[in-house]
Each structure stands twice: as C-alpha cells, then as structure tokens.
C-alpha cells in the first residue's frame, strides 16, 4: 500500500520539472494525471467487487504488476525523451500511456489487501488493522514528494538518467514487492465473508479520510444517494474542498519554478522543501490538533476553511520560497481540518445500516477531485500564476459562507 502510493506521488512531485525540461505545455502535464485518477475511479470499484470472486492474492500481484509496468514504461521513454532519441511529445505521448496502464490495473491491489487482511483478524481487530492499511496508504502520499525530488539520477555513461531515475527506483521497488507478494502471500481463493473498498487515487495532498476502511467493515444495509436530504451539504462541502486542494497542490511545482526563476531541475530541492512543509502541517492538524481540541464536524469545517483560505491567497502573492512554504503549509493545516471533518460529518448524519454505502460515496468524492482538478488548477496557472491559488481562496469563502448555512440549519 505504501509503495503504491510513494510511487505514484513521487512522480507527481517531478513532473512539473520534467514537463518544463521535455518542453512540454503544463496543462498536458496535469493531463496526464487527470487521465490517470478517471481510470482509477472508474476501475476501482471494478476490481474491489471482482476480488471477492477471483481471489485476493491475484488481485494484488495484478494491481503491482500494473504499478511497476507503469513505471517503466514511463522511465523508459522519458529517458529517450530526455536524451534525445524521442521527439518530446513523443515521448510524452507514450508516459500518458503509462499513466493510463497505472490508473487502469493499479487501483485492483488497494481493495485486495483490504479483503485479504480483514478475512485474516477478528472483528474486533479488524478496524485497527485496516486503519494501519489506510495508514500505510496515507502515508505514501507524503513519502513519494518529499523524497521523489531527491531521487533523480545522474548520467550512467553517455546516458543521462536525470528525471527518470525516480520512476526506475520505485519501478525497482514495485518489482521486488511483487516477488515478494508472488513468493509469500498466501493462495486465498476459498469463499470469504469479508470485503475491500475502492481507495481514493493517490495524490499529492490527498491523504487517506478513513472512508474506505468504514465502507469495507460498516453495513450497506441502507443505500444512500449523493443527494439524499442527510448528506447532501457534506458531499458540496467535499466536492469543492478536494477541487481546491488537487488545483493548489498540482500547480506547486510550477510556482515554485516560476517564483524562484531557476532551471527546473534546480527547482526540485525546493519543491521538496515546499512540499514537506505541507505534509507535516497536515499531519500535525490530523495527529494532533484535532484528538486534542475535539472539535465537531462543523466546526473542523469552518476552521479549515478559514486556514485554507488565507494559505491560498498567502500562496498566491508569495514571492520567495519561505513565502511559498509558509502559505502551503497554512493552507495544508485548513486542508487537514476540512477532509476529516467532511468525511466524519457525512458519517455522523446517517444511521448504522448506511454508514458502508456513505463511506463509499465520501471516498468517490475525494477520488473525483483529482480528475478534474489539477487540470483546472494548472490551466488557470497558465493564464496567471496566482489566479488557482485566488480562484481556490476565493471557493473557500463561498464554502465557508455556505457551510455556516447549511450546516446550522442541518
């Protein structure tokens, strides 16, 4: 779980430079991860239903095939891109098509592993070691851009690695993962009880809300629409909080090229830092604020508005890369509020029989968030720099406006 989401996101954290130095328009580089995260909504619930009939362990070593073949096939042809043996837009054309390979099979392992170790734990173990999965995934998403930029290679020979080198490291990882799953993890093709759940697409500031663990234990008893009365204001609340933050977060890598006016490969170290930043302002909001204030739902929604909010603008007119880290680490803290308040509010507002079908619905919204988003987000870019991060701000103060109407009256 881990090494799916690290890789995936690592590559997230160097396109932007390998977009810049390939000469290739921005708003094909989020393309080609919005491509990506519409292949993996679309897939995941697919594979997560077809794990329970054709057995765990085949889905997970097909969801790490599809990861590491992905990878490679990205290395591959960047590096020719890169040194030359490949028109550029050649060379992305084809990275696209690994993106597509990654969307398509990577999105079966997630729910797999799920099933998997859930049929292995008592009930009253289960939550806690599917809260260590989710854990794992999370995590990955915060691994992959704080050591992706710090992964990039030099030349082997007359052969310049450069920007590919993290998709060869963590093809490499995927590969040895995949022996090791092939070699240790045991045949589960008997009948079994439990289940997985599709899991939100990896993404640069999309860690994991817990949804996916709740709608692979709770009841499904009750199913729940996206406009069901009960639920319908969270699900808003979460469609525009993940648009801003896949917008902000996907755009990052170009400001910070931009606003510093170095080569993009020179770039990265700051990128990371930037990055970093961001992550462990999350953490410390959803590790710690949050246990220690107890807030409520709508509280934790408002407050994350608010930080979000003044982060974005403070991101926006930024002009130095102190500037830039401290306005995405605010606007990470509104980000770290906002997505457990969402996914604990839509949760709060139903009975037990439909906590299962509400916890897939909130983990659709968080995954249909990275397909539109970042493409939004960098194509604004391109028209002004600032204009995502005030576009973001700016649908964050409806939000908060809203949020105080909707949610007294509820």
Same mark, same amino acid.
């Not at 519409?38 to 599809?66: E, H, K, Q, T």
């Not at 969402?342 to 990275?370: H, M």
């Not at 539109?372 to 964050?396: F, K």
């Given at each position: ?6 890789? =995936? ?12 130095? #390939?000469?290739? +328009? ?22 997560? =239903? ?15 095939? &599809? ?11 960047? !590096?020719?891109?890169? =040194? ?9 054309? *084809? ?11 990577? *999105? ?42 710090? $992964? ?6 007359? @052969? ?13 990882? &995927? ?9 240790? $993890? ?27 663990? +709740? ?15 009960? /639920? ?35 770039? #990265? ?25 107890? #807030?409520?739902?709508? *509280?934790? /929604? ?10 974005? @603008? ?9 500037? /830039?880290? !401290? ?16 996914? *604990?509010?839509?949760?709060?507002? @139903? ?7 509400? +916890? ?31 576009? +973001?701000?700016?649908? $964050? ?9 909707? #949610?007294?009256? &509820?």
């Amino acid at each position: 779980m881990l090494t799916i989401a690290a890789g =995936n996101t690592a590559l997230q954290s160097v396109l932007p430079a390998l977009g810049r130095s #390939l000469g290739v +328009a921005d708003s094909a580089v989020a393309a080609a991860f919005s491509v990506s995260a519409l292949l993996w909504v679309i897939a995941a619930p697919f594979w997560a =239903n077809r794990s329970d009939r054709r057995g765990r362990r085949a889905m997970v070593l097909l969801g790490l095939c &599809g990861f590491t073949l992905s990878l490679f096939v990205c290395a591959i042809f960047l !590096m020719a891109g890169i =040194n030359g043996w490949i028109a550029p837009t050649a060379a992305f054309v *084809a990275f696209v098509g690994g993106r597509m390979i990654y969307g398509s099979l990577g *999105a079966a392992a997630p729910p797999a592993v799920q099933a998997m170790v859930a049929g292995q734990t008592t009930r009253e173990e289960r939550t806690k070691a599917l809260a260590l999965l989710g854990s794992a995934f999370g995590l990955g998403t915060i691994l992959g851009p704080a050591i992706g930029p710090y $992964l990039v290679l030099g030349s082997i020979g007359a @052969v310049e690695v450069g920007l590919s080198g993290p998709a060869y490291l963590f093809g490499l990882f &995927g590969l040895a993962m995949t022996i090791i799953v092939w070699r240790l $993890l045991p045949d589960d093709r008997s009948p079994s009880e439990t289940h997985g759940a599709a899991q939100s697409y990896p993404s640069i500031g999309g860690q994991s809300s817990g949804a996916a663990i +709740a709608a692979a234990t709770q009841s499904r008893a009750e199913p729940v629409g996206f406009f069901d009365p009960r /639920i319908r204001a969270w699900m808003i609340i979460g469609l525009v909080m993940g648009h801003a933050q896949a917008m902000t977060g996907q755009a990052i890598g170009f400001l910070v090229i931009d606003r510093l006016g170095v080569p993009p490969i020179e770039a #990265l170290g700051a990128t990371g830092i930037v990055l970093m930043i961001g992550a462990g302002a999350s953490l410390l909001v959803q590790w710690g604020f949050i246990p220690l204030l107890k #807030l409520r739902p709508a *509280a934790l /929604i408002l407050a994350g508005c608010i930080f979000a909010a003044l982060g974005c @603008v403070a991101v926006g007119s930024a002009v130095s890369l102190y500037g /830039i880290a !401290m306005g995405f680490g605010l606007a990470s803290m509104g980000f770290g509020f906002l997505r457990p308040g969402f996914t *604990a509010g839509a949760s709060l507002a @139903v009975g037990p029989a439909a906590q299962g079908s509400v +916890a897939g619905k909130v983990t659709s919204v968080n995954g249909a968030a990275f397909v539109l988003g970042p493409s939004i987000g960098v194509g604004l870019y391109e028209l002004w720099h600032p204009l995502p991060y005030l576009v +973001a701000a700016g649908a $964050l103060v409806v939000l908060l406006a809203y949020s105080w109407v909707a #949610l007294r009256r &509820g």
